[in-house]
């Protein structure tokens, strides 16, 4: 009798368990939670410190010409441009005039 209950309390639990990490996966928010999940796990030397500063970037731009691969990461709040090599080391910052997004929808 006893064997028989922990066996159903510990599948009970299981599939608790199962549960709450498949409803992570569904949906707009859990697939944007597994972008930025892959995305950090991916990253190495100074695109993951920027990461792990200022967090997820709005606008990632690839660009390839003169034979390099640059990537430009575009925070708007902050007013900064990060551009990175190939290897993730970071090339050049340039600074502008922070936009707050936000305000320009809210007026139209």
């Given at each position: 009798?006893?064997?028989?209950?922990?066996?159903?309390?510990?599948?009970?639990?299981?599939?608790?368990?199962?549960?709450?990490?498949?409803?992570?996966g569904?949906?707009?928010?859990g697939?944007?939670?597994?972008?930025?999940?892959?995305?950090?796990?991916?990253?190495?030397?100074?695109?993951?410190?920027?990461?792990?500063?200022?967090?997820?970037?709005?606008?990632?731009?690839?660009?390839?010409?003169?034979?390099?691969?640059?990537?430009?990461?575009?925070?708007?709040?902050?007013?900064?441009?990060?551009?990175?090599?190939?290897?993730?080391?970071?090339?050049?910052?340039?600074?502008?005039?922070?936009?707050?997004?936000?305000?320009?929808?809210e007026?139209?």
């Open positions: 009798m006893i064997k028989r209950l922990i066996l159903v309390l510990t599948l009970i639990s299981l599939l608790a368990a199962t549960s709450e990490a498949v409803t992570i569904k949906g707009r928010r697939r944007s939670y597994l972008r930025h999940s892959l995305l950090e796990s991916k990253l190495t030397n100074d695109k993951l410190t920027i990461y792990q500063t200022h967090g997820y970037p709005v606008h990632r731009l690839l660009v390839k010409g003169y034979g390099r691969v640059l990537e430009h990461w575009t925070y708007y709040e902050i007013g900064k441009e990060f551009i990175f090599d190939e290897d993730s080391n970071l090339v050049e910052t340039r600074n502008f005039w922070p936009e707050n997004r936000r305000e320009r929808f007026r139209s």
